[in-house]
């Protein structure tokens, strides 16, 4: 029996070692149930897989076996695949990858590429996973920190992000660029593409979904839409049976449309997704609520800041939880010049003010910004560190935000945040809410919390995360959205008055494989 179930193994190994499409039959997934890939694989994932079996063959140096007298099919050496979240792209590649490395004839590279270090590694964990179900079929393979290597046959994938110099000189035999869409700047495109061009039998394979504007990526798309030696594929809505329709209602009521038609419906858009409407904005202002300079006995508040000297505004902003509604209690926002910077001891300042007219206040500071006054602070002071560069911190913070505007649970005075186009430059005394008034009545457009937040754009990462942003005009500012964001995100995440009320958003990327 012992001897039996061993020659099985051996011959299920050496079949799937000539054929990629035997390999992924007898692979087990990576999921709770354990299933092997043939029991439920999707006929759109069949497609993709079998438009580049030949173009993966050719580069093992396999035969491929036709039926006698038929002409075997053209080789694709070129794939664009666009598929919604959720549908298995990172895991479908590694299956490809992870053959190739083991099947190869000769010694191989390849390179996995994305925008940022992160991402790129999804394909080195994906394999990693695929390796540790797998043993029989996979045992050969070796992990180190950015790469994969089979000592058998020598070869190896590198996984790369944006190092476009030393790219320039690599002569891979296999190319996959995760994620075009997110990719900023076209240079590490280009140095692949022409990196693929220097053998014949290199694959490249592009994977993204829908993308925003027609930019390059956007060319990208359409030329391998158009060129007949590209293979191209792009699902038109979700088809994966794993996406349940209560999760697509979720993100739907989640995110703009811009943003759930381009991440789930795979469709392109035409510019980033809109942060809120300015009429979603208005509707959160309260006409009964004031500046407030000192808090209520017995009522937790939080006051965050996001301080910056030169450029972009410094905000501090008030806030506390009412048990169906987040209200804010001040904004007090300095906009600095070329002249005259925003100087530190307003920070602090208006911090000692702040915990003067607020005994029960919890600060929340920009744990890469002023860390010496933090540090010194946080002796007399409630301080907490929030991390706005951090991606995981910022998706929170943008999708809780925004569904506390869309439903009305966040509220603000008139003129909260105002700058009225005045210089707010009186930066010895803590603005109280319409800060501006101190340099004279208004001369410029409105420029006010509702105003910056209509102008805002939720803008997903190379990761696949959220966050709110801004555009690039040195007009628009996003310092207001983020200072009340990182408040309202503190309140929420926190059982607070009587009757405990909390949202908690979803991250994109669980339960699902991507």
């Known amino acids: 029996m012992i001897g039996r179930l061993k020659r099985r193994r051996e011959q299920i190994r050496r079949l799937s070692r000539i054929d990629p499409a035997q390999f992924r039959r007898w692979l087990v997934l990576d999921s709770d149930d354990g299933k092997p890939l043939h029991e439920v694989i999707q006929s759109w994932q069949s497609r993709d897989f079998a438009a580049l079996d030949a173009a993966w063959m050719s580069l093992a140096g396999v035969a491929r076996i036709t039926p006698d007298g038929q002409t075997p099919p053209p080789v694709c050496h070129r794939a664009y695949i666009e598929r919604p979240r959720g549908h298995s792209k990172t895991s479908d590649t590694a299956m490809q990858i992870a053959w190739i490395l083991l099947a190869a004839k000769r010694a191989v590279s390849g390179i996995a590429a994305a925008a940022d270090r992160d991402q790129a590694n999804l394909i080195h964990r994906a394999i990693g996973r695929l390796a540790s179900r797998n043993p029989d079929l996979c045992g050969d393979l070796k992990f180190v920190e950015h790469a994969i290597k089979n000592p058998a046959n020598g070869s190896r994938l590198e996984v790369i992000s944006s190092d476009v110099r030393s790219s320039w000189g690599a002569l891979p035999d296999f190319v996959v660029c995760d994620e075009l869409c997110h990719w900023e700047k076209p240079d590490l495109w ?3 593409l022409s990196s693929a061009a220097k053998k014949p039998n290199c694959v490249l394979i592009v994977l993204t979904n829908a993308g925003v504007g027609r930019g390059w990526q956007w060319a990208v798309r359409e030329h391998a839409q158009r060129d007949a030696s590209w293979y191209f594929s792009s699902l038109n809505g979700p088809q994966a049976p794993w996406i349940t329709d209560e999760w697509l209602a979720e993100q739907k009521a989640l995110l703009p449309p811009p943003v759930f038609e381009r991440l789930w419906l795979n469709v392109w858009q035409h510019s980033d997704g809109e942060f809120v409407s300015l009429a979603e904005a208005e509707a959160c202002r309260d006409e009964q609520l004031s500046p407030q300079s000192r808090g209520v006995p017995g009522q937790w508040y939080v006051a965050s800041l996001d301080y910056a000297e030169k450029h972009d505004f410094t905000v501090g902003c008030v806030c506390h939880h009412t048990g169906s509604r987040i209200v804010v209690d001040r904004m007090d926002v300095v906009r600095p010049t070329p002249e005259r910077p925003t100087p530190v001891e307003w920070v602090e300042d208006w911090i000692e003010q702040t915990a003067a007219g607020f005994p029960d206040v919890t600060f929340v500071i920009d744990e890469h910004q002023l860390v010496g006054t933090i540090q010194r602070l946080a002796l007399r002071h409630r301080v907490e560190r929030f991390d706005f560069a951090a991606g995981r ?33 009186d930066t010895d005394v803590p603005g109280a809410g319409a800060a501006s008034q101190a340099n004279g009545p208004a001369t410029g457009p409105r420029d006010d919390l509702e105003t910056e937040l209509a102008s805002l754009l939720l803008r997903q990462s190379e990761s696949g995360r959220l966050r709110i942003d801004h555009r690039r005009d040195g007009v628009r500012h996003d310092d207001r959205g983020f200072a009340l964001g990182a408040a309202c995100l503190t309140l929420s995440e926190r059982t607070v008055g009587p009757e405990p009320w909390t949202i908690t958003p979803p991250s994109l990327s669980g339960g699902f494989r991507w």
């Not at 966040?410 to 105002?418: E, F, K, L, M």
């Open 190 to 192: 280009y140095s692949l």
């Open 393 to 425: 911190g910022n998706h929170r913070l943008a999708i809780l935000l925004r569904q506390l505007i869309v439903h009305k649970r966040v509220a603000w005075y008139p003129g909260c945040g105002d700058v009225l186009g005045g210089n707010v430059t």
